[in-house]
């Protein structure tokens, strides 16, 4: 092997550090969803536990939440796809002039801050509830509707962009074709205009649901007095920090990386080298096609739902706890020792153990006591206020 | 415009003309335009009970700008706590799109030089991968990581690099990298689309002209790149200065960014007005900034791509 | 033949006329007034270098390009107004137009789906013309499967599942190779036959215009400069472009000493004055002291056996290109470059180091107006 000098390493290097810092936040917060501590950290290390999974199991406004998110993606899918679809068609048939207009009005949702069309939204829509003296069960105040409609203003661009990139590589000839041979226009766009783009509806539906899905800024705006999935878990996040938050990244991060690799299966069982490996060989074959993938990932997530439904980590919580009040008497019987002397020595925190530490409920004075952010406060299960 | 409209039935067909029209000018008007004049239509009013609305006192005033500008003591006063928070957002985000854009240029180029086929999509799929996960969720990452138990403090303290911990959300280092975090692919990813198209001759080219590594980026990648560049820092600028998840769970108590005023103003203070004209201001400034720069850098609207 | 072809009846009415069609681009114009008239069961041919308007012309008689000026009548009848979709022509795109997420038999069978015939049917039908075009059973194939002759079938086939009265073919052959243009060059002309329609064909090789056509329309810079058989084309071009574009020709440049109307005398600078036919048929005749240029085909010049035959003259041996069965030799005149090409008939008639006496009878010289003539 060769000696890799400096030089050709630092490429390397440097993106291991970048990936680092992309994944590393996630990954430490996958990790405090399975401490037993109230909160998500990773150290110190209390127990290992599912209960945080359990305890989403009966969030019921965050279910709530979720309902209402999934309602409103696929309401957005159904809008902004065939919007896009139509701008991108528009754009590739005017003169330059008035695609250069067009295309600054179309991207334009993009770099509008989503705080901005979330408001307009929502005034532009009261105004014309008002207008028509709609009742305000209407849905001019629906939180559902005016969502959606606040959601696609800017999905809709994201659409049309992915709708864009496909349609320039479309052969125009094609169309010319069908009607030279008595295709009416409708039925060329139908038979050979739409099917070229089929991939890219199915891609852009996914984008579009899934921006849908993670929205907040416009979303914060327009749902008014509903919820939805992104809005309940940004109040929890402000109303306390809770691993059953890290919980939800879980699931979210675990589902994600099953789209991932079995989208990258699909993609490497689809080369033409892969096909050529697996033409004689029908075991691995099977073994790599997607469905296989997906049905073994399948399995271990089932697998894993079941285990996180029977762990039980009482014992261990129960034992932590113990050591707990054990330590709080110890701190609390050192206190009244000593009361003129307001700082635990540093000491002191040796010998707590490895399960130990200077965890919520203690009246151990903190280094930087008035802080609200501290774990302090939020391990007593008293709510931070942001 | 006549012209226009014969021209997409005959090429389209009645039907499927009347589809694109229609779309497009419910996108256009109903979903993008209308909603803009009507929140630059309420920034001009006065903040009145429904029941008055329409009534005699319902006219045009500047008095929702003269509050941002003045506050509301005396008419000569000036509201340097707003207009603070408007620079503060604003030069916080230009800071943040700047280390956005130092971090992720070499990451853009490496990729789109120097990898190719599986390793170059599964480091692409590496990348997006992050972003399918809840923008509050990514800001509950950095809350957790920047707590004052959290892993930084703690190997901080371990190492003994300072031996209290350290309150990075007050001190907003928290906030600053979550928010550069948050809008990471924004940047990547125009920079990589320029760089990819760039011919790997010319860079070799330039090299073997007798040019050093950094003369063959700021003399023929950079150029080459501009409009990725521009149409990068434009998305994460914008986005930075319009973000809201990330400070409201990364801010410190005492600073606010200033879409937080304007959610203020529309949520508790129920001043639909005031939010307007804050939200327009905020417009405003951000695209007079945005187009400041194109204009420097001399690149079009047009170029902007995701 | 199993095949039947409704089509074929009706197409020996239709015929094409061009009346003073114009296409302009904004400033630019594309087509120069094209009159011409095609008849029923005709091949067609239009020939002539890249850009000079060929498609655009093609694009008229389909119905994708209205001429801006002029009119083109099919059956007699008007097309203004008429779409593509419903004049009796298909055409066949330079760049095929295959759909490419069909198979084979739905690209043949769309003609007939956009008009409501039921699947079976269209089938069946499909297969019909896979069997004219040899591709049997290929029905069910990726376009993408298919080689690129293949290819030209399945474009030839969906086209006459329109049963079009007039086929138009926009250089069908130039994507391919040299020996499948060969091939298929005759196939188009048996297919032709076979279904008898009218074809309407582009190339700018002159190759294959004068191999399949009945007649020829001869092309430059939006200008229809001659239409004729191939003949008339190759032996009795009109202008300057035509002798010049069709064929090698040497061409030299003289000055009209005299025109009876059966001979003319021109002064070319090679010595004594050549003699050469009036062609009056052949455009404006010329008039003593007329510049004009005199046009030689290679072959036409031959290697003097006496002092005595007319238009003789005298040149230097410059090189030789040997092709086997050919021999093109380089001569030179007094400065002026001349080509040779001598059957190889194993003499060498050529001696390199001194004079060689060359000439032409006096029907193969052809002085025409000057004119522009077509870059090498
Ligand atoms: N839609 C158009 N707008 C402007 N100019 C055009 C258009 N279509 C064709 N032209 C111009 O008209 C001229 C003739 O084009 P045309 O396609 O008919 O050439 P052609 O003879 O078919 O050439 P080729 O052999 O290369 O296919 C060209 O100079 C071309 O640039
Ligand atoms: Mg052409």
Redesign the interface.
């Known amino acids: 092997m060769k000696m890799k000098s400096p030089t050709t390493m630092i490429p390397g290097l440097y993106l291991t550090l970048f990936f680092a810092y992309l994944f590393g936040p996630l990954i430490i917060m996958v990790i405090t969803a399975f401490n037993s501590s109230t909160f998500p950290r990773v150290s110190p290390w209390e127990c290992f536990t599912t209960d945080w999974f359990g305890k989403l199991a009966s969030d019921d406004k965050l279910l709530a939440g979720l309902g209402n998110s999934l309602l409103i993606g696929v309401g957005v899918v159904c809008v902004a796809i065939p919007i896009g679809l139509a701008a991108a068609i528009t754009l590739s048939q005017v003169g330059p002039k008035l695609r250069a207009a067009l295309y600054t009005i179309f991207i334009a949702p993009i770099l509008v801050p989503g705080v901005v069309i979330g408001l307009s939204t929502l005034i532009f829509w009261d105004r014309i509830g008002t207008l028509f003296n709609a009742p305000y069960e209407s849905f001019f105040y629906d939180g559902t509707f005016l969502t959606i409609f606040g959601q696609v203003t800017f999905i809709a661009a994201y659409s049309m962009l992915v709708f864009l990139s496909r349609i320039q590589r479309f ?1 125009t ?2 169309t ?9 226009p409708t ?1 060329a766009f139908v ?2 205009l739409l ?2 783009m089929a991939p890219a509806i199915g891609s852009a539906t996914v984008l579009a649901f899934l921006a849908s899905l993670e929205n907040y800024n416009t979303t914060v705006f327009t749902i008014v007095s509903s919820s939805t999935f992104t809005t309940v878990l940004s109040s929890k996040v402000r109303y306390g920090l809770d691993p059953s938050i890290s919980a939800v990244a879980v699931i979210i991060i675990a589902i994600t990386l099953i789209g991932a690799i079995i989208y990258e299966c699909r993609n490497r069982y689809n080369t033409k080298g892969w096909a050529h490996v697996i033409a004689d060989r029908p075991v691995l074959k099977i073994a790599t096609h997607p469905g296989t993938v997906a049905a073994i990932l399948g399995v271990l997530t089932l697998a894993a739902v079941v285990f996180i439904q029977n762990h039980d980590s009482s014992a261990c919580t129960a034992q932590v706890l113990e050591e707990k009040r054990a330590l709080q008497q110890q701190l609390m019987e050192q206190q009244s020792l000593n009361t003129p002397e307001k700082t635990v020595p540093a000491p002191t925190m040796p010998n707590l153990g490895p399960l130990g530490g200077d965890e919520g409920g203690t009246s151990a004075p903190s280094p930087f006591g008035n802080n609200i952010f501290s774990p302090e406060n939020l391990g007593t299960s008293a709510p931070a206020e942001n | 415009m006549r012209d226009l409209f014969y021209d997409l039935v ?1 090429r389209n067909g009645m039907a499927v003309c009347i589809y694109l029209m229609l779309a497009v000018s419910i996108w256009v008007f109903l979903l993008i335009i209308l909603p803009q004049l009507t929140m630059l239509d309420y920034s001009f009013r006065f903040n009145l009970p429904p029941a008055k609305i329409g009534g005699p006192e319902d006219v045009y005033t500047l008095e929702q700008y003269r509050y941002f500008f003045q506050g509301s003591g005396a008419s000569d006063g000036i509201n340097t706590l707003d207009i603070g928070i408007l620079f503060k957002t604003l030069l916080s985000a230009v800071f943040v799109t700047i280390f956005d854009l130092i971090i992720c240029y070499p990451v853009a180029f490496v990729l789109a030089k120097s990898s190719t086929g599986a390793k170059a999509r599964l480091l692409v799929l590496a990348l997006i991968v992050p972003y399918w996960i809840n923008e509050i969720l990514r800001a509950f990452a950095f809350r957790i990581l920047f707590g004052a138990t959290g892993v930084i403090n703690e190997t901080g303290m371990g190492i003994g690099l300072w031996d209290t911990p350290i309150d990075f959300i007050r001190e907003d280092v928290a906030l600053y990298a979550g928010l550069a975090y948050a809008y990471i692919l924004l940047m990547i990813f125009p920079l990589y689309n320029a760089i990819e198209s760039l011919d790997r001759n010319q860079i070799e080219a330039a090299r073997d002209m007798g040019a050093n590594w950094w003369q063959v980026h700021a003399k023929v990648v950079i150029p080459y790149a501009k409009p990725g560049i521009a149409s990068g820092m434009t998305m994460v600028f914008m986005l930075t200065s319009g973000a809201l998840a990330a400070p409201q769970i990364l801010g410190g108590p005492s600073n606010l960014w200033f879409t937080q005023l304007v959610y203020q103003w529309f949520n508790s203070g129920g001043n639909w007005p005031r939010g307007s004209a804050y939200a327009m201001v905020l417009l405003i400034v951000c695209i007079a900034l945005v187009l400041l720069v194109m204009r420097l850098f001399k690149v079009s609207i047009g170029e902007i791509r995701q | 033949m199993a095949l039947t072809f409704s089509g074929v009846v009706s197409s020996m009415t239709k015929e094409i006329s061009l009346e003073h069609v114009w296409v302009e681009f904004g400033e630019f114009t594309a087509v120069h007034k094209a009159n011409l008239n095609i008849a029923g069961g005709e091949f067609f041919s239009f020939l002539g270098p890249s850009g000079c308007g060929k498609t655009t012309l093609l694009r008229c008689i ?3 390009q209205e001429p801006t000026r002029g009119k083109v009548r099919i059956g007699g009848e008007d097309m203004k107004g008429v ?3 419903k004049r009796p ?3 066949i ?3 095929l ?3 490419p ?1 069909r198979s084979v038999a739905d690209n043949i069978a ?2 007939l ?3 409501g015939v039921d699947k079976k049917t269209r089938r069946k039908r499909a297969d019909e013309l896979l069997e004219l075009i040899a591709l049997p059973g290929q029905g069910d194939k990726k376009v993408s499967e298919l080689s690129g002759g293949q290819k030209q079938r399945v474009a030839i086939a ?2 006459l ?2 049963e079009p009265d007039i086929l138009l073919l926009d250089e069908p052959l130039s994507a391919l190779d040299l020996k499948l243009r060969q091939h298929m060059r005759t196939e188009l002309r048996a297919i032709q036959k076979q279904v008898g329609l009218t074809f309407i064909y582009i190339t700018h090789d002159q190759g294959e215009a004068l191999t399949m056509s009945d007649r020829i329309a001869v092309m430059n810079k939006g200008k229809i400069e001659q239409i004729g058989d191939g003949r008339s084309i190759y032996d009795h071009p009109t202008t300057s472009f035509v002798a010049s574009f069709v064929g090698e020709n040497n061409v030299l440049d003289g000055t009209v000493l005299s025109n009876d109307g059966k001979v003319m005398q021109i002064d070319a600078g090679m010595g004594t004055p050549f003699t050469v036919e009036s062609h009056p048929a052949g455009g404006p005749a010329l008039a003593p002291g007329d510049a004009c240029h005199l046009f030689i085909r290679p072959e036409a010049l031959r290697v003097s056996r006496d002092d005595s035959s007319v238009n003789q003259f005298e040149t230097n041996f410059v090189t030789e290109e040997f092709e086997g069965n050919m021999r093109h030799i380089m001569m030179n005149t007094n400065g002026k470059d001349l080509k040779l090409s001598l059957i190889n008939d194993g003499t060498n008639a050529i001696d390199a180091n001194s004079p060689v006496k060359l000439d032409f009878a006096p029907e193969l010289g052809i002085a025409l107006k000057p004119g522009e003539l077509a870059s090498a």
Do not use: I
Not at chain 1, 176 to 184: N, P, Q, V
């Open positions: 052969d000839t094609l010319e074709a069908a009607l030279d041979m008595g295709a009416t039925q038979k050979v099917p070229f | 005959r | 389909s119905g994708f779409g593509p979709n022509t298909a055409l795109f330079q760049n137009a295959l759909f997420l769309f003609p789906e956009v008009r969906r086209a599942a329109v």
